[in-house]
């Protein structure tokens, strides 16, 4: 079913908020577990989350040396999550070790391209990489895909290139994504649902144009109806 490829970002800051949502939105059968809602809960949320049978998205994008990335990933796979995101920029040592620290697990791992809040001018000017911008995403999925990573989160703008060059096989999961009678917000690469499906994303991250709605039942409908 195409509401099976939506993930919804439990994008608040307590446990009963991220439940309140989850009972208002039951028939989403996958979550995503952010920064702010794992840090003000640790893993009470996930396990509610497997209580009620959900998939779990863990975004946590660990950035750090290779035995910190590599022990956090040892660590985050103990919860039995389904997707767990670390940043590309870790470079290669560090991707392998946590490539290592996922074998025989349920647990794949996405490596994050690049923020979809940043756009081109900032990729020259404030990060200082003298690169095209669909040229450096797609060299850091291909150095994460060499790493032993399976797959990405990138922009669906993104995904179509991506797709064909490192295959079928691997795993892209788009943010960035907003219906058409939604505003985009601080994302600043971004697609339709359908067009995203079209372009090669196979899950969906889409978080305010459903929870911030005033209806936030109605907006899910409607996103699954549009698909």
């Known amino acids: 079913m195409s509401s099976d490829k ?7 800051p307590t446990i009963e908020d991220a439940i309140a949502l989850i009972d208002q939105l039951p028939d989403v059968t996958f979550w995503k577990v ?5 840090v003000n809960t640790g893993s009470s949320i996930l396990q509610t ?17 290779p035995n910190t990335v590599a022990g956090a990933t040892r660590a985050a796979v103990k919860y039995d999550v389904d997707l767990l995101t670390l940043h590309a920029t870790n470079g290669r040592n560090a991707l392998q070790a946590a490539a290592e620290a996922v074998q025989g697990t349920s647990t794949q791992l996405l490596a994050v391209t690049l923020l979809t809040s940043i756009n081109a001018r900032d990729l020259a000017f404030d990060l200082q990489i003298p690169l095209e911008l669909p040229e450096y995403i797609l060299k850091m999925a ?20 991506l797709k064909r060059v490192c295959g079928d096989d691997f795993l892209l999961v788009c943010p960035g994504v907003r219906p058409s ?10 697609m339709t649902p359908a067009d995203a499906l079209k372009a090669g994303a196979d899950y969906l991250v889409i978080g305010r144009p459903i929870t911030a709605a005033s209806d936030p039942v109605e907006a899910w409908e409607r996103i699954v109806g549009e698909l």
């Not at 993930?7 to 608040?12: A, K, M, Y």
């Not at 989350?49 to 040396?65: A, E, M, V, W």
């Not at 009678?181 to 971004?190: E, I, K, L």
């Open 6 to 12: 939506i993930i919804v970002p439990l994008d608040v």
């Open 142 to 161: 291909l150095l994460a895909q060499e790493s032993g990573i399976q797959g990405a989160v990138c922009s669906p703008r993104e995904a179509s290139h």
């Open 49 to 65: 989350l497997k209580s009620r049978q959900k998939r779990i998205f863990l975004d946590l994008k660990l950035h750090d040396i």
């Open 34 to 38: 952010g920064l702010e809602l794992f």
């Open 181 to 190: 009678w939604a505003a985009t917000g601080d994302q600043q690469r971004v």
